[in-house]
Every structure is written in C-alpha cells, then in structure tokens.
C-alpha cells in the first residue's frame, strides 16, 4: 500500500484543513495510506518522509526551518513525490529560495483577487496527465508566478485579464499546472485552489487526482534500487 503524508497550516484563509480533507479523500479512494498533520514537526523525521510515496503541502505564508526543508528535499531527490496547489505549495514559504527552487516557483500577485473569471487552458505535450481535458473558465485568483524555467507546463492562464501596472506589457501565458523532476522524484503543482470549494470543481479536482496520483508513482516507475535499498537513477526517463 502506497503511503501519502498530508501537512496543513499556515493562513487559514486558503482553508487548508478543508483542502486536505478533499486531498485525503481523493488518495484514499485510490487505496492509499494517508497521514495528516497539521505542524511542520511533520518533517522532522528525514528517514520517516523517504519511507513514504507522497508528500503533499498544504501551508500557506509561514516560515520554515532549514533543517525541514532538507529533510523533504532529501526525500523527494530519493524518489519521494511532491504534489500541491495554489499558496499551499508555492507560496508556503517566501523567505525559503530551496523550497521554491524544488517546487518550480513562487507567487507574487493575483491582479483583481479572488473572483476573477479567466480560462485555463490546456497545453498539448507529450504527457498523458492532461489526456480528455478540455480549456475551461474559472472565476477566482488568477495567480501570477515566477517560475524555473525547467518545469514541464501542462496548462496556462492568459494575462492581463483585470487592470494593475502589469497591463502594458506583452499578453503573457502564465502556468497554472506544471511538472518537474527534483533529484529522481516527481513534483507536480496546480496554481488553483484559493479555497476547497475551487479544488472540489471537477476539472480541478480531476486534474489534482492525476497529479497526485503521477508525483506518488515515482519510486515504482521511474527508479531503481541497488542491493542496500538505495534509489540511484532513472528507468525510463520518459514516464
């Protein structure tokens, strides 16, 4: 049985513990083992998270020790998955350059906040994760972010849409979904989901499932151990 683990807090604003309720439910359906945590002493036991499958983020504007952004780096490069959304994973912890450089990027404004009606569509790549989703309109914070230019980006949102000092420059296709690789684990990051309500819209919801579902795969279909246990490289770097 796959194991995920689930750590809420941060601004109750982005209705963490709801979202990971969702989460949760969603690993659980597909016959995961789930643990959910609501304090970062989660990622105190480094040998703990490279025992697990997933590690899912759902903590917003806060700080982190170094020692426990090591200890999830650490499990991720090991085959760990890391998977999340909106401020939960990409806007968790400002002040900390390793976790936006192992999650692909960072928020730094959504112009015209929640509430603002924009498409997201769906970028045609050689990944199967997007396969039978089809562009579609969601009315909520429209996520501007600086991103490493190495992900793999599956889906994007046009700016401008609302008015702000952005507007004169050229019309930008920001990522909303993207992948990335971080040592030989997965990592997979959906801008959406200000609040439970966004991550319970079908779209969104399903594009999470296989997001969570893919980043969790890893160790299995990506990787192979030596003799002592140890992930050491990639089987098909195509998966």
């Known amino acids: 049985?796959?194991?995920?683990?689930?750590?809420?807090?941060?601004?109750?604003?982005?209705?963490?513990?709801?979202?990971?309720?969702?989460?949760?439910?969603?690993?659980?359906?597909?016959?995961?083992?789930?643990?959910?945590?609501?304090?970062?002493?989660?990622?105190?036991?480094?040998?703990?998270?490279?025992?697990?499958?997933?590690?899912?983020?759902?903590?917003?504007m806060d700080e982190i020790s170094q020692d426990r952004v090591n200890n999830v780096s650490e499990a991720v490069q090991s085959g760990v998955g890391l998977a999340g959304?909106?401020?939960?994973?990409?806007?968790?912890?400002?002040?900390?350059?390793?976790w936006q450089f192992m999650t692909g990027g960072n928020w730094v404004a959504h112009p015209g906040n929640d509430g603002t009606p924009h498409r997201i569509n769906i970028v045609n790549t050689s990944s199967p994760l997007m396969e039978g989703i089809q562009d579609f309109d969601v009315s909520t914070e429209q996520y501007y972010l600086h991103i490493d230019p190495a992900i793999e980006v599956l889906a994007t949102t046009r700016f401008p849409v609302a008015d702000g000092p952005h507007i004169l420059n050229k019309a930008v296709d920001m990522p909303v979904v993207w992948t990335k690789r971080w040592g030989i684990g997965r990592v997979f990051y959906c801008s959406l989901g200000h609040q439970a309500d966004v991550i319970d819209f079908p779209?969104?919801?399903?594009?999470?499932?296989?997001?969570?579902?893919?980043?969790?795969?890893?160790?299995?279909?990506?990787?192979?151990?030596?003799?002592?246990?140890?992930?050491?490289?990639?089987?098909?770097?195509?998966?």
């Open 1 to 60: 049985m796959k194991k995920a683990l689930i750590v809420w807090g941060g601004w109750l604003g982005h209705q963490p513990e709801e979202v990971s309720a969702i989460f949760r439910g969603i690993l659980e359906n597909e016959g995961y083992s789930v643990e959910v945590a609501n304090t970062l002493a989660a990622f105190d036991d480094a040998e703990k998270l490279k025992s697990l499958d997933l590690i899912v983020p759902v903590w917003t």
């Open 85 to 98: 959304c909106h401020g939960g994973m990409c806007d968790a912890f400002r002040n900390n350059v390793d």
């Open 203 to 239: 779209p969104v919801k399903e594009i999470m499932r296989r997001g969570l579902l893919w980043a969790a795969e890893g160790k299995s279909k990506s990787v192979f151990q030596n003799t002592d246990g140890v992930y050491t490289g990639m089987q098909d770097s195509q998966v």
